[in-house]
């Protein structure tokens, strides 16, 4: 997340997913981390709209001593080891190299997020340039599947972003695709993606 975005309407359609889902009950012990690539720029203010967007409790969004600029294997130590978590990177998941690594979140970041609770549901904020969203989301499990073994992934697609819901526990993303299709009906099949490796 980057302060210049805060406040648009793509964090308005993130929190009414997680509104949505949390009230379905497919979702538990939620935490959110903002990923902040200019985390030193926030102001308390700001923390306060970010949670309110999302809206979840400010309780709820976890801060860091360390900086994704400076001190990446330390910060990512510093997220909860239980519970679902959405982790909301500039851009998204990393799959080739790049020029500001602040601005994703690693395969095998995200797989040790993943292996700290088995049964969680890590959910990835992916943002799509100049191609087909599913070709993106493709293309991004691709690379996921040369780190990570054996897990589940649910897409919610829009033209210009996805979030990913993956887990090692089928049985925690089967009910997030099935709010998914039972929200959108025949819509789904355009929206709604589903992989089980």
């Given amino acids: 997340m980057n302060l210049q975005f805060l406040g648009d309407a793509l964090d308005h359609w993130k929190g009414s997913v997680f509104e949505g889902l949390k009230k379905a009950g497919a979702l538990a012990g939620f935490h959110v981390d903002a990923m902040a690539s200019d ?9 306060i709209l970010f949670s309110k967007l999302l809206r979840v409790e400010l309780s709820q969004i976890i801060s860091h001593k360390f900086y994704l600029t ?4 330390q910060y990512f130590d510093e997220i909860p080891t239980g519970g679902d978590l959405f982790l909301d990177p500039d851009t998204g998941i990393q799959t080739n190299r790049v020029k500001e690594p602040e ?4 395969p ?29 989301v493709c293309s991004v499990l ?10 589940s992934c649910t897409s919610y697609e829009s033209g210009t972003v996805a979030m990913l819901f993956l887990s090692f526990n089928r049985e925690r ?12 009906g025949f819509h789904a099949k355009n929206r709604v993606g589903s992989w089980n490796w």
Avoid at 103 to 106: I, P, Q, S
């Fill in 70 to 73: 400076q001190a990446r294997n």
């Fill in 103 to 106: 601005k994703y979140l690693r």
């Fill in 173 to 184: 993303i089967a009910p997030i695709n099935d709010y998914f299709g039972n929200l959108l």
């Fill in 108 to 136: 095998t970041e995200l797989r040790g997020l993943m292996e700290k609770d088995r049964s969680r549901v890590v959910v990835v904020y992916q943002h799509v340039r100049a191609r087909h969203t599913r070709d993106r």
């Fill in 142 to 151: 691709s690379a996921l599947r040369h780190k990570i073994e054996s897990f």
């Fill in 39 to 47: 985390a030193k720029m926030w102001r308390p203010q700001d923390w």
